[in-house]
Every structure is written in structure tokens, then in C-alpha cells.
């Protein structure tokens, strides 16, 4: 019997109040091309988020770890590939284990997990065969050609799952160097060169530290700091039938000032770097694309909503800005105020003057009663509402 059925970024107890000894992770999907070649692991990770031993990648060359904790097999009970794991095994300075999905040699055979259809886990008791949770992970997957499907966590004692859902680009090799252990640079098969430890008499060098997992909804005004990534896509969903828009403005390194809308969809070949997936002119969803970070200073997303639409607040709409570096950090800016009588909203503000980090800011600004004028993005990183061109749609 199904107990639940759990969405990104929800998280549930898995042992608390049950006895449960032995946990499995049932993993199952469909493909567009019969040759794509997916694979299941699992990253058994210290307090810090880092996997410290080769040993501690679980994967189908190094298919049980220490003390037999984790294990992992091929199809069997309706999944492709299982992850198991007792829970009185799990090393002590184990607090995480994440499981993932690679596609062999995606980006050389032109393969990503667009091509992947019908993905679910399937947390469940392997010894009572009774099922704790279903989670379908693979909606809104594009070019990655890896992605972390979940974690089972440690909390006060006891573990608990955690829904994650985030995609890599650079398949296998970005999870290894995201976890903490060493890439080869050899060309060798792509599993023994990610797992390759170097040489006894080769000085180990100082591992990089690992991107930190994030999913999070940032409250009213709240900011946070991710890793500047090499791509960086901000998605506006919404959950009404009126047609929105989706406005990125942007500050390039040079000091140029635009904006990205349904007029100028941009380009991932010509400054400012920044694409546009078409206008929707339906509910739902509007993407930009961020192709070169570096290339930036500062964007600002807001969301028009033509005279047309009527009123309505934007929150009522359920209007929200997805933030996704592709390294397993999805910062989200849901809206908290209700406004009936604005046209705009400015949601999110990415700063990207850091060397290293980028900073994600909720910011919720909304235009004054029934006023048309844009926002104005300005080169110092600031902006105000009501001060831009009219908009008419």
C-alpha cells in the first residue's frame, strides 16, 4: 500500500515511529532512445556533505560498501536498479547518502535527461515489501545528463528522505567532483577515472570544496548566497489561466543596461548571454537561461500582467521565480504580499559580482495602482518600479 505520494523539495520521515531496519531505493524510468545508458549511485556523505573515501561511492563496479551498508543491484521488483541500505550498518560518521542517476557519455552522444521519461523512486520496507513513499522526479529535466534524485538524512536520530531533484551538467564526473572525491585526468573509463585515487608517491592535492545541496524557499526580503555555476536558469511558474510574462533586466560587466522579454528572446551566442524560451501565452511557465554568468553584474526578474488579465494579485496566482545554478542549488522566491491593483512585480535580484558565489535576493516590489510603467534596472545593481517604458500586450 502506497503511504504517500511527495513532490521536490518535501521531506518525510522514513524511520521515526516505524520499524524499519532496511530501506530500499527503487529506481525506474523510460527513454526516448533505447541506447541511452543510465546508471544508479549512491554517495554515502559525512556531516559536511563530503564523500571522504573512494569506498564510499556505491555504484554497479563497487556495488556494496563499507560494512555492507549500502548495496546496489540491477532490476529487480519493477525497478531498473535498487539501492539498499540497513540502517544499523551505516558507518558512524555517515549522516547522508545521496542517490543518483548518470547518463553514460551524455554529452558525447548528444543524450540528456530530456530524453527520459516517466522517472520514480520508490522508497519502501525491501523485507515487508510495504511501501513508505512515491516520488516522479523527472519533470522539468533538460540538458543534464546527471541528477540527484534524492538523500536520506539524519535528523535528531533518525532518517529521513528528502526529495531533491536537482540536475548536473557533466554527467558522472561533476557528482564525484560536486561530492568531494578526485577526477582523473587519464582518459580512461569514465567510472575508473572518476574513482581513480592518485599514485602513493603523487602528493594528494587539496580537494575543492563540494557544492552545498540547497533547496529553499527564501521568505520576504531574504537573500542567499549559491556557487557562481557556468549556466543559471530562472524559471516564472504560475497557476492561473492568464497569460504572464516573464522579464529578466540586466547589467552586463561592461556596464550595458537591456532587458530580456517576449520582444528580445536573446541569444546564447551574442551579449548579454541570455535566452528567453519563448513566450508562453499560456499559463504555466516562462524560462530564461543564463549563459554566461560571468558575463553579468546584476539581473532583476519581474512578471507583467497585461490590462487584459484583469485584476488579480500576483500571490493569488501562485506566481513564483525558480532560481537552478545546475549544481544542485534551487533557491525559490514564492510571493507573500497581496496586491490586487498591480500590473508588475519585481521578484527575484541576482547579483553576480562575486568571484565565486552568486548572491539570490527575494525582493517583491510591486508598481503602483494600475500603473503600466516598467522597472528600471540600473547599473549599480539597483532598481525602481514604475519609472520604465509602458508595456502594452
Known amino acids: 500500500m502506497i503511504h504517500m505520494i511527495i513532490a521536490k523539495g518535501q521531506k518525510i520521515d522514513v524511520t521515526k515511529g516505524k520499524n524499519v531496519q532496511d530501506i530500499a531505493i527503487g529506481l525506474t524510468w523510460k527513454t526516448t532512445h533505447p541506447s541511452i545508458d543510465i546508471n544508479a549511485s549512491a554517495f554515502l556523505l559525512n556531516a559536511a556533505g563530503v564523500c571522504t573515501r573512494d569506498e564510499d561511492m556505491i555504484f554497479y563496479n563497487q556495488q556494496i560498501s563499507q560494512q555492507h551498508a549500502v548495496s546496489h543491484s540491477g532490476p529487480a521488483e519493477g525497478s531498473r536498479e535498487i539501492i539498499r541500505i540497513t540502517v544499523a550498518k551505516i558507518p558512524a560518521d555517515i549522516e547522508k547518502i545521496a542517490f543518483t542517476l548518470t547518463i553514460h557519455e551524455g554529452e558525447t552522444n548528444g543524450q540528456s535527461f530530456s530524453n527520459v521519461q516517466d522517472a520514480v523512486c520508490r522508497i519502501y520496507n525491501p523485507v515487508s515489501r510495504e511501501d513508505i513513499a512515491i516520488f516522479n522526479f ?3 529535466l533538460n540538458k543534464e545528463t546527471a541528477i540527484v534524485v534524492g538523500e536520506l538524512y539524519l535528523h ?12 548536473f551538467e557533466g554527467g558522472l564526473a561533476a557528482l564525484v567532483k560536486n561530492f568531494g572525491l578526485e577526477v582523473s585526468d587519464e582518459p580512461q573509463n569514465e567510472v575508473a577515472a572518476a574513482t581513480e585515487v592518485n599514485p602513493a608517491p603523487q602528493p594528494a592535492p587539496v580537494p575543492e570544496t563540494p557544492v552545498k545541496l540547497i533547496k529553499l524557499d527564501l521568505k520576504k526580503q531574504e537573500s542567499i548566497n549559491i556557487h557562481k555555476s557556468e549556466k543559471v536558469t530562472a524559471t516564472l511558474e504560475w497557476a492561473t489561466k492568464k497569460d504572464l510574462d516573464l522579464y529578466c533586466f540586466y547589467v552586463t560587466k561592461d556596464y550595458n543596461v537591456g532587458k530580456i522579454y517576449y520582444r528580445n528572446l536573446g541569444s546564447s551566442h551574442s551579449t548579454p548571454y541570455i535566452q528567453l524560451n519563448g513566450d508562453a501565452l499560456t499559463h504555466g511557465k516562462e524560462t530564461i537561461i543564463i549563459h554566461r554568468p560571468e558575463a553579468l553584474r546584476f539581473v532583476l526578474f519581474a512578471a507583467y500582467s497585461a490590462v487584459s488579465n484583469g485584476i488579480g494579485s500576483f500571490k493569488s496566482m501562485k506566481v513564483r521565480a525558480v532560481v537552478d545554478n545546475h549544481q544542485g542549488q534551487v533557491i525559490t522566491t514564492p510571493l507573500h504580499e497581496k496586491n490586487s491593483y498591480a500590473y508588475w512585480v519585481a521578484i527575484a535580484h541576482i547579483d553576480f559580482t562575486g568571484t565565486n558565489q552568486m548572491k539570490v535576493s527575494h525582493v517583491e516590489k510591486y508598481s503602483g495602482k494600475n ?5 528600471l534596472l540600473y547599473e549599480d545593481g539597483s532598481f525602481k518600479m514604475d519609472v520604465g517604458p509602458v508595456e502594452f500586450k
Open 138 to 140: 523527472g519533470e522539468g
Open 156 to 167: 535528531q536520530g533518525e532518517w529521513k528522505f528528502n526529495a531533491v531533484s536537482s540536475g
Open 371 to 375: 500603473v503600466e510603467h516598467s522597472p
